[in-house]
């Protein structure tokens, strides 16, 4: 079982910089692939990144170059900083943690639950 909380969501200007952190706790957190989706009112949940256990990411082709995720193992943490943000990015960004590397939410079982980013024009 992992728990995840999400945290560092809130209102931005276009174009400027927000890090989301994703606290992990319970009996396990090696070996799970954690990845951040993003949801928007009216819209499917989105996938924005993946890291595996090794360090190794996987992007939505929007966000490359802009974000970036990362994790702290020791501490059971995963990050993602958002640059240059834009107002159609606005959603409930989601932490979730699964065993398989993949864009699809059906392929994690743990979720957060939620955290808001505003971005205003």
């Known amino acids: 079982q992992v728990q995840l909380v999400e945290s560092g969501g809130g209102l931005v200007q276009a174009g400027g910089s927000l890090r989301l952190s994703c606290a992990a706790s319970?009996?396990?957190?090696?070996?799970?692939?954690m990845a951040w989706f993003r949801q928007a009112p009216g819209k499917e949940r989105e996938f924005v990144a993946y890291?595996?256990?090794?360090?190794?990411?996987y992007y939505l082709d929007s966000v490359k170059g802009r974000f970036t995720i990362s994790r702290d193992n020791a501490k059971k943490m995963v990050y993602l900083q958002m640059n240059s943000l834009k107002p159609g990015e606005t959603a409930v960004y989601y932490c979730?943690?699964?065993?398989?590397?993949?864009?699809?939410?059906?392929?994690?079982?743990?979720w957060g639950q939620g955290t808001q980013v505003t971005v205003s024009s």
């Open positions: 979730a943690a699964g065993t398989v590397g993949s864009a699809l939410p059906a392929s994690y079982s743990y």
């Open positions: 319970g009996r396990t957190f090696s070996g799970y692939v």
């Open positions: 890291i595996r256990w090794s360090g190794s990411t």
